[in-house]
């Protein structure tokens, strides 16, 4: 018999309990073990029958047990003292609160998912699990941001295996009511709401869901509320699910729909308005248009002022290394849902249309671009590794023509991860009695670590994940289809004193899940060798319209279904943070094999790291950076070779040189007492070197300094009676419209003659052209510096020339000096851009003006 409606009964607790449930609905317990241990005490049995979820634990456990626990004093004291403890870490001052007025008040992070924990599933992989570090983090330095995000009611789907290997997804419901959510309600107790506006007159409601992440509130638009028809009622149903325009409407309401939750949760709390914007990729991007809509409508402001103040206080993050990850809608279906009757007054849909316009060379004019829209809209962008601001500066350098791609104005902020959350218990509290009992989470102290405790631990960690996989393994084939008479091996698959690698991660191509298998008799003899055997434990999930991902896990599968192997190799279905906590704390070492440089940053390193795992991995994200050849291993990456199957199993050789060379007998060398001290030494370097690096507190640190202060002093500067956004505005305007008369006209150079020596000073009058402009409209510039065979500066030094002279009709001279600083061939030439002290970058405009001819020294060496 089925149920036609479901929901969940949440318990009420007796007075002396009540504390018990403020606990519950902060997250915060999801990375403080002292609250755990408190849910656990609740009721051992019931904690562990619901998968350590306390809202569970509190509607499962017998009445009798909670009345019993009223009157136990010594669970009393206890409950008091978590209580109290989270009452002063949400109020007392923290690092945030120690830099003065120069920070913003309240900042606004949107990302489409937020992994939080696992008994919130609102995530599909690393952009959640990030957005969800960095709300984290942020609750533990007292930043004042709020996130913003969108509730599915189907979550991300839960993955199975078919009997033949291939990918299966269910989509259980997801009842908030069972979840540490509250609803945001009006004075009035009505369910606070907000309203997107669709083609043909419909709308599109949402009710906010508020999950409490320590400090940190969480809102959540909801789209399943009766004023919605069925289709707009499906809006928030799955996270990545749907067509093209479901896609669109998710993005309208998360942009769209965020804004205006902000505002409406700001009345209701009485918080502060945010100053910034954070946009965590481009699936939010139409936050920017609500803003400018706001300013248009509600303050008077033109579109191009407005747009001045929005782009001030926004930060953009990209987090895609490939154009096919990037959401690109078409131009008629954009017009269609932001244009006609659906058109916001003062925002004309052709303004709309140019943000999102892929209108450089190479892009298709047919389509609107959410990244590219969210680099226009922002001033300050940036990607998550120093390598993937590189690629990502090469990738949107169409949107800045005439410059060098290392002067695209993309910046980086390397990821980072939470420790409490992804530091095992066991490994955090050696950390802490190392340390005096400080746990400083930074591991300062990992020269210290006792050697044999350090090893003992991971062999505990270890042996948790072999447990832990050899349930997950016989659930999985119990599901396919194999009956119990046929798994008694499973008991003895894997081994807890096994060089242990894990490779966890989702499954598109150029992550590469099988390059393992390039060379299967080779790969056997490392799972089987009798003497110095491996065990690789893999899991991920495929985009439910990625069939071949599928494939590729398919083919996974099917070699660790091998009766001769399936002991030393598994794949582990549905991945997800319960899975991730054993696997990343108990593998000895970290697979990560992606085609570089297509990973952006690659997280899932970063948190083995910090419990002792080592890195194996393609010079790529993160480990590009931090690599150091002694925390790890680099594979050797094949980046010129053409020929992509050529180039997989040269990387797949390397792979396997490196196992059985340099990982099996470092981890299997042990000395007199049994300790492989190689390793362990290996261990201590790791968490030394990369402890504090990997940190999510050290990403916040560099958000915050490099792109959150600087935003809101911008965004402060213009929005003072918003003369400032006008003037900015009508600057570019002028800018923009002079700009085809600037030119360089002239160039000369003296001081150096045929016999340039180190130390001389070079003299420069440039005589440039500039129309409408006035010299303090620009920055004239000399670039110089060491020049290749083909006369192209390398790294040139640049030095702003001052203007000395002005003639008729808009000709100008300007003039300055360059101190000859170094040997070697030598060359300079001359540019003119824009200058405002409201630029975040020279390259903003996009605008610069260079010579028909650019002149140069070379005259040979300088000595």
Known sequence: MRAIRRFTVRPVLPEPLSPLGDLVMNLRWSWDPATQDLFEAVDPETWERVGHD???????????????????????????????????YLTGDRWYQGLGADVPKQIAYFSPEFGISAVLPQYSGGLGILAGDHLKAASDLGVPLVGVGLMYRHGYFVQSLSAEGWQQERYPLVDPDGLPLQLLRESSGKAARVTVGLPDGRTLNAQIWVAQVGRIPLLLLDSGVEENAPLERDVTDRLYGGGTEHRLLQEMLLGIGGVRALRVYARIQGTPAPEVFHTNEGHAGFLGLERIREYVEDRGLDFSSALEITRAGTVFTTHTPVPAGIDRFGRDLIEQHLGGDNAAEGVPIDRVLALGAEDYEGGDPGVFNMAVMGLRLAQRANGVSKLHGEVSRGMFSGLWPGFDVTEVPIASVTNGVHAPTWVAREMGELEARTNGNDVSGDWDVADQLPENELWHIKGLLRAQLVAVARRRLRESWLARGASEAELGWIDSALDPNVLTIGFARRVPSYKRLTLMLGDIPRLKALLLSSERPIQILIAGKSHPADDGGKKLIQEIVRFCDDPEVRHRIVFLPDYDMGLAHPLVAGCDVWLNNPLRPYEACGTSGMKAALNGGLNLSIRDGW????????????????????????RDVLEANALYDLIEGQVVPRFYDRDADGLPRRWVEMMRHTLGSLGPKVLASRMLHDYVRKLYAPSALASRALNDSYDGARALAGWKARVREAWPSVRVDHVESSGVDDHAELGMTVSFRAFVSLGALTPADVDVQVLH??????????????VSLEPAETYEAGRCRFEGDVKLDRTGPFGYTIRILPKNAQLASSAELGLVSWPAETPGITNGDLR
């Open 623 to 646: 480990w590009d950076e931090w690599f150091d050849g002694e925390n790890g291993w680099a594979i050797p990456s094949a980046d010129g070779v053409q020929d992509a199957d050529r």
């Open 54 to 88: 306390p809202v569970r634990l509190l509607g499962e456990v017998p009445s009798e047990r909670l009345a019993a626990l009223t009157s136990d004093p010594a669970f009393g004291d206890r409950l008091r003292e978590a209580a109290d403890d989270l009452g002063q």
């Open 785 to 798: 510096g060491r020049v290749d065979e083909a006369d192209t500066l390398r790294d040139p030094a640049v």
